[in-house]
């Protein structure tokens, strides 16, 4: 069975300064997997994904992640916070399938510091 | 790039009325289609797969009587909530997938009362 943990519900970084959320998986199979970003009363939209080939995964809004099969994570990074970072973000993993269902995270909620 | 909306996009209703909630791919066609619940300020929970032409999977813990799910055609799937309860009181957002990901719908918020 699939799963993911992200390290931290919640977390507060200052205005400017580097993003940094865990993301750990758990999969039998070469996993796909997935950043999720949530507004409040929002639906999903999809930061960034790693499917095959590069491990260095580049999404948008100046958001990146790297695939690293040995630590099993999927870390999410920005170099720079901005105030309209601040949302809760998701970490998903799906076995690779096109039709398969995908596994979320317990979110990490973001805080930007003024 | 593909669009998957969902109507209503908010409901309240009395106890003990059943809610039904609409998926629909609009410019493309999904043979499976996902639904999710979340509580406030929690994850997203797998509910079921929604299979055009069969039926749902539901994953554990789900009741199937409850949740009624009905995949009709390739662009619609409903999710039928019945003798809805406080309790049932949820974000719903339902998914299908495109060429290489996953279209997620805007989501649903149900109130009962």
């Known amino acids: ?114 | 790039g593909a669009v998957v909306s969902q109507h209503p996009s908010r409901v309240i209703c009395k106890s003990g009325t059943s809610v039904k909630i609409e998926c629909r791919s609009l410019d493309f066609q999904a043979t499976t289609m996902f639904w999710y619940r979340q509580f406030p300020k929690q994850s997203l929970m797998l509910m079921a797969t929604s299979n055009e032409g069969s039926k749902a999977t539901y994953e554990q813990g789900v009741e199937k009587d409850k949740f009624l799910i009905n995949h009709a055609s390739l662009t619609l799937s409903t999710l039928t909530v019945t003798s809805a309860h406080p309790e049932d009181s949820s974000f719903y957002i339902c998914s299908a997938p495109g060429s290489n990901e996953q279209f997620f719908g805007p989501g649903t918020r149900l109130t009962v009362l």
């Open chain 1, 1 to 114: 069975a699939q799963s993911v943990t992200q390290l931290g519900s919640h977390v507060s970084v200052s205005e400017g300064a580097l993003v940094l959320l865990r993301c750990n998986y758990s999969s039998s199979v070469p996993p796909y997997l997935f950043w999720y970003v949530q507004y409040p009363n929002q639906g999903l939209q999809l930061l960034l994904k790693y499917t095959t080939g590069a491990t260095l995964v580049k999404g948008i809004n100046g958001f990146e992640a790297e695939f690293k099969k040995s630590e099993t994570s999927f870390h999410l990074t920005k170099p720079s916070a901005h105030m309209s970072d601040a949302a809760e973000y998701f970490c998903a993993v799906s076995e690779g399938n096109r039709d398969d269902k995908i596994i979320f995270g317990k979110g990490t909620r973001l805080h930007i510091l003024p």
